[in-house]
């Protein structure tokens, strides 16, 4: 087709424009397989851009229904819902179904369906529709044992139902018991089973593994992700790579391939550009910030101003927030803080964790405080060895300890401290850094919090300027948990 009358075409059909190449060249392809021509298809152009789940239903419940195979062409699958609130009689008329077919029974013939069954009675003032609606009820009964009623309620939940052919939902069906073993009651109790596209779970079942896990096993647990194209499962993937984050991490929460890849790359982008969420891209548990990602939001702004976010509080179900919230206490989980540093620091984590309980308000400082001031050490130069060595260094404020290594450099009395040229030797930096950021506290810990940003009252001796607002940022804790402390 000229460039022209293609151009043409696309400006007329905006679903066109709107339809991914691969979609609409695979849609061309599948039609030109099943005997249309390019003429056929140009005559009525709007038809590639129909899904090619839906197309293929189209087609076969066509065929399905005793339409001729020349009258299915693109002009009628483009009004496939035309045709199917059509009458038998009426599509009889037309010359689109042979007046001896019983289209009740040419449907049936299509599947393993026993004949003595077979419906006795047929009404053609019936509307093609009713008579595959009817079909459908009689056969999922019989197949999966299915009452009546709850096809029906089926039906008005999974309007998918309606535009499915019998000949897929047979394959899916025995897929699904054959090959997943599953019973006849799950596939009851997951309706939305029944309209699976068949090719879709032969594909996931070439994955062998999802999650780390079996595949089989990730899909029994899980069944809804057999509804997830298979083409979307390997995209998320691919997002989750470029992002850094293992497949193994959802292990615990699998439904997350149960979202569009779209979603789940706009969910990784928040998490990568929010600060606060950024510090658990490497967390075990980051999926359950992905999958959790609208109640993230809504928890994290709260948090700040308690300063003690953790992906346990973000992600947490309502029951146990609320306790934290009636709890009074500002810690955060330790165990943010405690994966970070042993991936960090490669160090172990019930070493470390000794190490951190020396100093009493360890658990009040953010990961994000911990994390910025990781890095900046890391930039300034500073070796794993020696932040470990002074690893209470991670819990004070970066701005603060910048200024604290000009004061150590200047510091007077030193000299056996420093080289050749006049400088304080690497390993000793960070303990005199350490030294001056508590010296003016008495050594009890205090300087760990940011007193430019008047939280000085919570030092004070009046008692009544030792409360703090819930919409204040919180970088410090209760006068009533300030106990001694001594730096060792």
């Not at 299915?72 to 009889?92: A, D, G, Q, T």
């Amino acid at each position: 087709m000229p460039f022209h009358e293609t151009k043409k075409i696309m400006n007329k059909y905006a679903s066109i424009w709107n339809s991914p190449p691969a979609m609409l060249s695979h849609n061309i392809s599948y039609m030109m397989e099943y005997g249309f021509t390019k003429e056929d298809i140009s005559k009525t152009p709007q038809v590639i851009s129909v899904h090619p789940l839906t197309l293929k239903n189209y087609i076969m419940l066509l065929e399905e229904g005793g339409f001729y195979k020349e009258k299915i062409n693109p002009l009628v699958i483009s009004r496939f819902k035309n045709f199917k609130n059509k009458s038998i009689k009426m599509l009889k008329a037309e010359k689109y179904i042979d007046n001896n077919i019983d289209v009740q029974h040419h449907i049936l013939s299509f599947l393993q369906f026993p004949t003595d069954k077979y419906p006795k009675e047929f009404n053609e003032s019936h509307t093609l529709g009713e008579v595959q609606e009817n079909i459908f009820k009689l056969y999922v009964e019989w197949k999966i044992q299915m009452d009546y009623t709850d096809v029906g309620q089926a039906l008005k939940v999974y309007h998918r139902l309606y535009n499915k052919s019998l000949r897929l939902i047979e394959r899916s069906i025995d897929i699904l018991i054959n090959d997943l073993n599953f019973s006849e009651d799950k596939i009851r109790r997951h309706p939305y089973l029944i309209h699976s596209d068949p090719d879709n779970i032969v594909k996931l079942l070439n994955f062998k593994k999802l999650c780390g896990m079996d595949i089989k096993t990730v899909l029994t647990k899980h069944p809804k992700i057999i509804l997830t194209p298979c083409e979307s499962i390997r995209e998320i993937q691919k997002h989750l790579k470029d992002f850094g984050v293992p497949e193994s991490a959802l292990s615990k929460v699998p439904q997350l391939y149960t979202l569009g890849s779209n979603s789940i790359y706009e969910r990784l982008c928040i998490l990568k550009n929010t600060p606060e969420l950024n510090s658990f891209m490497n967390n075990p548990q980051v999926a359950r910030l992905l999958y959790y990602i609208k109640k993230v939001n809504l928890r994290l702004k709260y948090l700040q101003n308690k300063n003690c976010v953790s992906l346990h509080l973000l992600s947490s179900n309502t029951r146990a927030f609320n306790r934290f919230n009636c709890s009074g206490h500002a810690k955060v989980t330790s165990n943010d803080i405690m994966h970070f540093l042993t991936n960090e620091l490669n160090e172990n984590k019930q070493q470390l964790r000794k190490l951190f309980e020396r100093h009493t308000y360890w658990q009040y400082i953010s990961l994000l405080r911990i994390r910025k001031t990781f890095e900046y050490l890391k930039n300034k130069q500073f070796t794993k060895e020696q932040i470990k060595s002074s690893v209470h260094i991670l819990l004070y404020p970066k701005n603060n300890i910048e200024e604290a290594l000009v004061v150590a450099q200047n510091m007077e009395d030193v000299c056996f401290l420093r080289n050749s040229n006049g400088t304080i030797k690497s390993e000793f930096i960070l303990p005199l850094v350490l030294y001056h950021l508590e010296k003016s506290h008495h050594f009890s810990g205090n300087g760990v919090w940011s007193f430019n940003e008047n939280n000085q009252q919570f030092l004070s001796s009046d008692p009544s300027k030792n409360v703090s607002k819930d919409n204040e940022e919180l970088d410090h804790i209760p006068s009533s948990c300030i106990n001694d402390y001594e730096l060792t």
